[in-house]
Structures are given as C-alpha cells and as structure tokens.
C-alpha cells in the first residue's frame, strides 16, 4: 500500500512539473497581451508630461544621429545573425528604456520600441536596427524595427504575415503618432541589406522578424510608407471604429483581424483549461499525504 502511494504522488508529481514548463510560456503570453494596452497607455502619459525642452534635446539628437547615416543601410546589423550586439545609443537612454510604442492594429499588437536590438531589448519586444533611420519620421528615411518571430513570454511578430497593403501601423514617439499604411512585403537573405536602404523621397518604416523558407532562416520583411494627416481620408467605416470609442490618442481606427482574435482568445481558453487540469491534479497530489 505505501509503494502504490509513492508510486502514485510520483507519477503525479511528474504531471504536476510537466503542466508546470508548458503553463508558464503560455501563462506569460497571455498575461503580457493582457498588459500590453496599460503599458502603452502609460507610456503615452509619461511622454505627454516631457517639457518642450526635452523633446527637441531628443529630437536634436535623433536627427544628428540620422543625418550621419547615407541611406545605404551599409552599417545595419542583423540581430539574429549576431549573438551579442553591443552599440551606444544614438541618444542618451537607459538600457532597456523605452524609445517610442509600436501598435498594429490588425493584429491586436501593442509593442515597445528600444534602440539598439540587442537580445536584452529583442527579449522585451522590438527593437530599432542600428544603421538605419530612427523612428521619428522625415522624408527620405527609412527606420526598420526587429522583433521575434514570437518568443518564450511574446507573440510579438508572429502575427505580421497577415498584413497585407493598406494596414495601417502607428509609431508613438515623443509625443507624436505617426502613421504608415502597408505596401508590401518581401522576403530577403540575412546579408541582402540593400534591401533596407531609403526609398527616395518617401518615409518608410520596415518590419523585420525571422522566416524559414526551404529550411534556411531568412528576414521577413513588412514595408510601410507614411501617411501624412493631410493624406489621412476618413472613411465611413473609420468614422464609425472612431466612434466605437477608438481614440486619436491611440490611433486603432482599424479592428483586429478575426483569425487573429481567435488564435488569441483560443490560446487563453486553452491557458485557462490546462491550469484548472493542474488545480485538480494538485489536489489529487496533497491528498496522497493523507494518512
């Protein structure tokens, strides 16, 4: 009788470890989705209380930073082809201080933006290549933005397969909300870095994650051009998401895509489910104790 009761909290002490590594990437994706919005909310506030002073200090910078480069996208360096990135900031932040929020509307992400992608910041979220235009806007840039193909803890650039031209994708920084709508996407050999350099006489903001095709990782590429407020034409549809308590504040005038909702929310029935299968098998473990 006591060998069948070892045998058993064993075996249920197995199940309990085994539910305990596939709850916990799981658990912090949903979680981390779930905070996303507050994050980005506060984010917003704390750019909104920065003094005139300080936001032209940093934009002085970032334009420095971005007059030195010639376009080329030459010195670019491709996160997940270098184990360590080590770079100085092009302006004077924190390791691990958030530059500008990154929001996708189609497919529900909400992400920061650091500068320098190194493996610390791409852990974190997104992160702005060094070699290519900061994401501040201006005509003739072209500022690329790396994240995982989602991650341990994120779905970050899981999703962005599914934008297709006209999704819109909001860059929020300093402040301001500037706006690009999809062109294309495209996909490139890790050293193909031409392919990055600035379009002339436009503003264009790329996504860069990793893909396999054929089995050799390659760059996925999601290329966007700006749309200037005079550009913006305010449709039926958007007047009508605008009302549904979507706010310029945010800029989301476009609503998650349903495929993507459904992943989401089906992963979180499916987080919820396993962790009352864990309760139960819990239970079942402490009365093994019983005498």
């Known amino acids: 009788m006591q060998r069948h009761r070892l045998t058993r909290r064993l075996g249920l002490l197995i199940i309990i470890i085994g539910f305990g590594f596939l709850l916990y990437p799981l658990t912090s994706i949903t979680l981390n989705h779930l905070r996303a919005p507050g994050r980005m909310e506060t984010f917003l506030a704390e750019q909104q209380s920065l003094t005139q002073e300080n936001v032209e200090v940093i ?43 990154l929001s996708i509307p189609k497919i529900d992400e909400k992400l920061p ?31 690329v933005i790396a994240g995982h193909w989602g991650w341990r803890t994120q779905t970050i650039f899981r999703n962005i397969p599914e934008l297709v031209a006209g999704d819109q994708i909001f860059v929020h920084a300093l402040g301001e909300t500037l706006e690009y709508r999809v062109v294309d996407q495209e996909i490139i050999h890790p050293y193909e870095y031409g392919k990055l350099a600035v379009v002339p006489d436009e503003d264009t903001l790329t996504l860069l994650t990793c893909t396999y095709v054929n089995g050799a990782s390659d760059r996925l590429l999601v290329n ?19 009302a549904a308590d979507l706010t310029e504040a945010t800029g989301l005038h476009q609503t998650p895509e349903t495929k993507v909702m459904v992943k989401r929310y089906g992963l979180m029935s499916v987080t ?14 402490l009365r093994t104790f019983r005498r």
């Open 59 to 101: 934009l002085e910078q970032a334009h420095a930073y971005n007059q030195t480069l010639d376009g080329t996208a030459n010195g670019a360096i491709d996160p997940f082809e270098v184990e360590q990135v080590s770079l100085t900031p092009p302006i004077d932040l924190e390791e691990g201080e958030v530059f500008a929020y």
């Open 224 to 242: 966007a051009k700006r749309v200037l407020p005079e550009e913006v034409i305010v449709t039926a549809e958007e007047q009508t998401a605008e």
């Open 272 to 285: 919820l489910i396993l962790w009352l299968i864990l309760f139960v098998v819990v239970i079942r473990f």
């Open 113 to 143: 933006i650091f500068l320098g992608a190194s493996e610390y910041h791409l852990d974190l979220g997104t992160a702005h290549i060094d070699g290519t235009n900061l994401p501040i806007g201006g005509k003739d840039t072209r500022s």
